[in-house]
T-cell receptor, first 112, second 116 residues
């Protein structure tokens, strides 16, 4: 069974800083790795995803995946107060199941 | 206009009662899901449906029963409610089968259920 863990649980950074969020998983056969963002009282919303080892950049956001080390990460450049939210990593099951397994989240606060 | 509608937004129930949570999506997606999120547990997968057919069920209790009357409609019936069922229940949808690489899921606004 896929296990997904996130670190840190919470993070406070100043505006303009680089933020790094981490996610580890237990089964490297999974095909889909994603970050979702959830503002307080709102629905989770997909932010970025990656399917193969490497890096992908979209604007201020970069996602890294290293299947060999069972790790992927999200980096936010020039963090803004509007980035303050709960960040959830998600990994698909490798068995072809429809499930996404979510981590418990990192609560990010960006101080102005 | 909201693309995934969940009703009601808030729901208070007494222990032992039965409630139905409503979900409709207008994204033209073929797959729909239910998730549960509480302070004690992370976002937790419950069910997945595709073309009104149950694909995955990770809910151990038969008290939770999904119901799909139309392809874009997936309700969740919960019977014999317990205080531990208190959580926010999210409906989600995705374009198609995960095997086609279309994994991204779109979440509705949620129904916050409180069981007294």
């Amino acid at each position: 069974q896929q296990k997904v863990q996130q670190s840190p649980e919470s993070l406070i950074v100043p505006e303009g800083a680089m933020t790094s969020l981490n996610c580890t998983f237990s089964d490297s056969a999974s095909q889909y790795f994603a970050w979702y963002r959830q503002h307080s009282g709102k629905a989770p919303k997909a932010l970025m995803s990656i399917f193969s080892n490497g890096e992908k950049e979209e604007g201020r956001f970069t996602i890294h995946l290293n299947k060999a080390s069972l790790h992927f990460s999200l980096h936010i450049r020039d963090s803004q107060p509007s980035d303050s939210a709960l960040y959830l990593c998600a990994v698909s099951l490798s068995s072809g199941s429809w499930q996404l397994i979510f981590g418990s989240g990192t609560q990010l606060t960006v101080m102005p | 206009d909201p693309k995934i509608i969940q009703k009601p937004k808030y729901l208070v129930a007494v222990t032992g009662s039965e409630k139905i949570l409503i979900c409709e999506q207008y994204l033209g997606h073929n797959a729909m899901y239910w998730y549960r999120q509480s302070a004690k547990k992370p976002l937790e997968f419950m069910f997945s449906y595709s073309y009104q057919k149950l694909m995955d069920n990770q809910t151990a209790s038969s008290r939770f029963q999904p119901q799909s009357s139309k392809k874009n409609h997936l309700d969740l019936q919960i019977t014999a409610l317990k205080p531990d069922d208190s959580a926010t229940y999210f409906c989600a949808s995705s374009q198609d089968l995960p095997g086609l690489g279309r994994y991204e899921q779109y979440f509705g606004p949620g129904t916050r259920l409180t069981v007294l």
